[in-house]
């Protein structure tokens, strides 16, 4: 069963220790949900998992292997949401998502074209098809960003604050798809501090592996 | 076929952005006309110099133009995304570096013959001029892209890329120049042109290694 692991993952930013000895196991079709505060190191951690961010210690196990023996190979696993929405203003919404579309290719049967509708589809974007994305609010861009979820193959969404500026009824069917991407055997790892509602999905307080506020360590290397 | 797309997305992404592309030859127009004025109208003299100043011109326009390359992407959070997809990151920079190249560096030769009949150069010379653009300006793209990868993230990394990229420029500001001059007195321009050819080769290895790299390190 593929199930997307960490072990003893350590976080490094600028010289300074995020989180240390952190460990989480999401079975496939679950959800990991982060929590913490504000520089706990929520996206840090979504980053590393995504392959952007090097751990400073630790491993990482996807279906039973390392993921560093063949990153390359995990990261077509990979659906990351990350803070900026990667919206050009002179493109329309349609050219927008087409090109990530193509960027990361669909593997589903349909054609591109009507993977594409279904992806304006489900996050209500059908009818600014054609607006460029200058004219778009911050909500619309974040749905147009969350619109490549649908039309991407991969296994594992990893989401930094997905919910941002989004309404209710784009809310409702953010939880539909993440509800369908588990149904289908996929994982779904989110960093939220709205409440998403999603069913049993395991909690990682980040703060849990904060070092130590006086950390001798530290102290002996600023020497 | 990602590769395919990068090009096409840029190219599409310029072409709505037309001004941008359409500042860069103007600010190569401009500056060169600037030169009969600072050292005089003297018909001869202008057509010694004028290799020079529209080789000058032209790097100092692909500087100015290399800040839009990674920059926009990097701010968006597109270049992640690229950085992420099956597309290696190495051909994302070649892909990238070609369209920009598309976007300025075709439009400066186009521009060229411009500035060399204004400088009363001899006609004849104007085809090498030509074909050692062609040759030298893929490679002011190709070097500015590490120079704008590097300097990613970095306050300030409009006056850092000069300092970078510049000495980087010099050999092929000398065999431009050199190529235009030998035509000129009509010694053989080929060896001129073959070194030219020679460093784009390298660079056209050295900046999308170099380069990915470098969006790697900004990505983190």
């Given at each position: 069963?593929?199930?997307f692991?960490?072990?003893?993952?350590?976080?490094?930013?600028?010289?300074?220790?995020?989180?240390a000895?952190?460990?989480?196991?999401?079975?496939?079709?679950?959800?990991?949900?982060?929590?913490?505060?504000?520089?706990?190191?929520?996206?840090?951690?979504?980053?590393?998992?995504?392959?952007?961010?090097?751990?400073?210690?630790?491993?990482?196990?996807?279906?039973?292997?390392?993921v560093?023996?063949?990153?390359?190979?995990?990261?077509?696993?990979?659906c990351?949401?990350?803070?900026?929405?990667?919206?050009?203003?002179?493109?329309?919404?349609?050219?927008?998502?087409?090109?990530?579309?193509?960027?990361?290719?669909?593997?589903?049967?349909?054609?591109?074209?009507?993977?594409?509708?279904?992806?304006?589809?489900?996050?209500?974007?059908?009818?600014l098809?054609?607006?460029?994305?200058?004219?778009?609010?911050?909500?619309q861009?974040?749905?147009?960003?969350?619109?490549r979820?649908?039309?991407?193959?991969?296994?594992?969404?990893?989401?930094?604050?997905?919910?941002?500026?989004?309404?209710?009824?784009?809310?409702?069917?953010?939880?539909t798809?993440?509800?369908?991407?588990?149904?289908?055997?996929?994982?779904?790892?989110?960093?939220?501090?709205?409440?998403?509602?999603?069913?049993?999905?395991?909690?990682?307080?980040?703060?849990?592996?904060?070092?130590?506020?006086?950390?001798?360590?530290?102290?002996?290397?600023?020497? | 076929?990602?590769?395919?797309?990068?090009?096409?997305?840029?190219?599409?992404?310029?072409?709505?952005?037309?001004?941008?592309?359409?500042?860069?030859?103007?600010?190569?127009?401009?500056t060169a006309?600037l030169f009969?004025?600072?050292?005089?109208?003297?018909?001869?003299?202008?057509?010694?110099?004028?290799?020079g100043?529209?080789w000058v011109?032209?790097?100092?326009?692909?500087?100015?133009?290399?800040?839009?390359?990674?920059?926009?992407?990097?701010?968006?959070?597109?270049l992640?995304?690229?950085?992420?997809?099956p597309?290696?990151?190495?051909?994302?920079?070649?892909?990238?570096?070609l369209?920009?190249?598309?976007?300025?560096?075709?439009?400066?030769i186009?521009?060229?013959?411009?500035?060399?009949?204004?400088?009363?150069?001899?006609?004849?010379?104007?085809?090498?001029?030509?074909?050692?653009?062609?040759?030298?300006?893929?490679?002011?793209?190709?070097?500015?892209?590490?120079?704008?990868?590097?300097?990613?993230?970095?306050?300030?990394g409009?006056?850092?890329?000069?300092l970078?990229?510049?000495?980087?420029?010099i050999?092929?500001?000398?065999?431009?120049?050199?190529?235009?001059?030998?035509?000129?007195?009509?010694?053989?321009?080929?060896?001129?042109?073959?070194?030219?050819?020679?460093?784009?080769?390298i660079?056209?290895?050295?900046?999308p290694?170099?380069g990915?790299?470098?969006?790697?390190?900004?990505?983190?």
């Amino acid at each position: 069963m593929p199930a997307f692991e960490g072990q003893n993952l350590a976080c490094t930013r600028a010289g300074r220790r995020i989180f240390a000895a952190l460990e989480f196991t999401v079975p496939e079709g679950g959800a990991l949900i982060l929590l913490g505060a504000n520089g706990s190191g929520k996206s840090s951690l979504l980053r590393m998992l995504a392959g952007l961010l090097a751990p400073a210690g630790g491993a990482l196990h996807w279906d039973g292997k390392a993921v560093e023996d063949d990153p390359e190979a995990f990261q077509d696993n990979i659906c990351y949401i990350g803070h900026g929405n990667a919206i050009k203003a002179v493109l329309t919404v349609h050219e927008n998502l087409a090109f990530w579309s193509k960027l990361y290719p669909p593997t589903a049967s349909e054609g591109l074209e009507e993977l594409l509708d279904r992806a304006l589809e489900t996050f209500s974007l059908t009818s600014l098809r054609d607006v460029p994305g200058r004219q778009l609010s911050s909500g619309q861009s974040r749905r147009l960003a969350l619109a490549r979820l649908v039309t991407s193959p991969a296994r594992i969404w990893l989401l930094d604050e997905p919910s941002v500026g989004l309404d209710d009824v784009s809310l409702k069917r953010l939880e539909t798809a993440i509800a369908e991407q588990r149904a289908e055997g996929g994982i779904v790892i989110a960093a939220t501090h709205t409440p998403l509602d999603i069913p049993d999905a395991g909690l990682l307080q980040l703060q849990n592996f904060a070092p130590p506020a006086f950390d001798p360590e530290m102290l002996e290397n600023s020497w | 076929m990602g590769t395919g797309s990068i090009i096409a997305r840029d190219l599409k992404l310029a072409l709505r952005q037309r001004s941008d592309a359409a500042m860069i030859v103007l600010f190569f127009v401009l500056t060169a006309a600037l030169f009969p004025f600072g050292v005089g109208p003297e018909a001869n003299q202008l057509a010694t110099i004028a290799p020079g100043v529209i080789w000058v011109t032209a790097l100092l326009a692909v500087l100015l133009s290399l800040e839009r390359l990674f920059l926009a992407d990097y701010e968006d959070g597109s270049l992640e995304l690229m950085a992420l997809s099956p597309v290696p990151l190495e051909f994302t920079v070649l892909a990238k570096v070609l369209a920009h190249w598309m976007t300025t560096g075709l439009p400066l030769i186009a521009a060229a013959p411009l500035i060399a009949i204004l400088f009363n150069m001899p006609v004849d010379a104007l085809p090498v001029l030509a074909l050692a653009m062609l040759l030298g300006t893929p490679t002011l793209s190709l070097i500015g892209a590490i120079g704008a990868a590097l300097t990613l993230g970095a306050r300030r990394g409009g006056v850092l890329v000069p300092l970078l990229v510049l000495p980087l420029y010099i050999p092929t500001l000398i065999f431009g120049v050199s190529a235009v001059d030998a035509a000129l007195l009509g010694f053989p321009v080929r060896p001129h042109l073959l070194l030219l050819a020679g460093i784009l080769l390298i660079s056209l290895v050295v900046s999308p290694l170099a380069g990915a790299a470098a969006l790697r390190q900004a990505n983190e």
